[in-house]
């Protein structure tokens, strides 16, 4: 086999195991504390702000745009639609600003 295929293997199992892992911890308390419940709730705005915030030392006005149209969209809506609404506008913006 190839390295490549070996890799992609390897990266495979870590993900699976990390996966699996994480919910074989969990699963063993019967309850979770609240810490640690409002530390979980924030990963995803947490990584969501690590792939965002490397672009906006780089970005034009199109990516300005959509950043700005998403923070008002999350004000009101969940997650998903604020991603929607921040690649609608960035799609479209790039489109007629360039």
């Known amino acids: 086999m190839s390295t490549t295929i070996w890799i992609i293997l390897a990266a495979a199992v870590a993900t699976y195991l990390t996966r699996i892992g994480g919910h074989l911890v969990m699963s063993r308390f019967e309850r979770i504390h609240p810490r640690v419940e409002a530390g979980l709730n924030a990963v995803p705005?947490?990584?969501?702000?690590?792939?965002?915030?490397?672009?906006?030392?780089?970005?034009?006005?199109?990516?300005?745009?959509?950043?700005a149209v998403a923070a008002l969209v999350a004000l009101r809506g969940g997650l998903m639609a604020m991603f929607l609404a921040g690649a609608v506008v960035l799609i479209v913006a790039r489109q007629f600003m360039g």
Request: proline share 9%.
């Open 45 to 67: 705005a947490a990584v969501l702000t690590t792939l965002v915030a490397p672009e906006m030392l780089h970005a034009g006005p199109a990516e300005w745009l959509a950043i």
